[in-house]
């Protein structure tokens, strides 16, 4: 199971390691930062670090993740019924996309340091597990052509993989711009492409 998780409850040590990692990914390079560093800055032992995260690679996830959790933790997303959030997407990819937009920088850092590849494989863990969570088309993949969490994982790796490259080369597109990208990308590759519909059209027997 990742390390990395959306809704992860946080002890005080986590917290400001968290708190810490945040600050000097703002303030230095990544591949500059070390355990030492984060755990000197959260007033903490090394052991500590490590029995919070299981490297660095994990600890820049947890604050990648970290920084848009209070979108994923909205009290109001909780009290509608998955089946009733499409009403909602857009608002909530909109969220989302604009706090990455006002963090952008630090983002940046994450997704281009020495690590981002383990950086990302965790995000897509921790984004795959809310979406199974907390999806309104995630029921969909239930009855795909691929098993439920895999399908879940190629959706996340997807979504961060548009996330990645509308950062790194935003070309004049807005947050709203990005949240429609994004939910044009998870309404089409699941209803329309790993989703029962597709399923159904591959497994019934040629008609002709």
């Known amino acids: 199971m990742s390390t ?13 390691l968290l708190d810490a990692t945040i600050k000097l990914i703002e303030e230095r390079e990544v591949p500059d930062i070390t355990v030492t560093d984060i755990a000197a800055v959260a007033g903490v032992t090394r052991p500590t670090f490590y029995q919070n995260f299981q490297d660095l690679p994990t600890a820049f996830a947890a604050a990648a993740l970290h920084r848009i959790r209070p979108v994923f933790e909205n009290p109001l997303l909780s009290m509608i019924p998955r089946e009733e959030r499409m009403s909602i997407v857009d608002s909530f ?18 997704f281009q340091g020495p690590a981002a590849l383990r950086v990302l494989d965790e995000l897509v863990e921790g984004v795959a597990e809310h979406m199974e969570r907390e999806s309104p088309v995630m029921g969909a993949l239930q009855e795909g052509p691929l098993p439920f969490h895999e399908a879940s994982h190629a959706v996340a790796a997807g979504t961060l993989w548009i996330i990645r490259k509308w950062l790194e080369h935003p070309d004049g597109l807005s947050a709203e711009d990005a949240a429609k990208q994004l939910r044009m990308f998870n309404t089409m590759s699941i209803c329309g492409g790993l989703g029962s519909q597709v399923h159904e059209q591959v497994s019934k027997p040629s008609e002709r």
């Open 93 to 110: 990819l909109r969220q989302i996309t604009l706090v990455l937009e006002h963090y952008r920088d630090f983002y940046l850092k994450i």
């Open 4 to 16: 990395v998780t959306v809704r992860q409850g946080s002890s005080r040590s986590r917290q400001a």
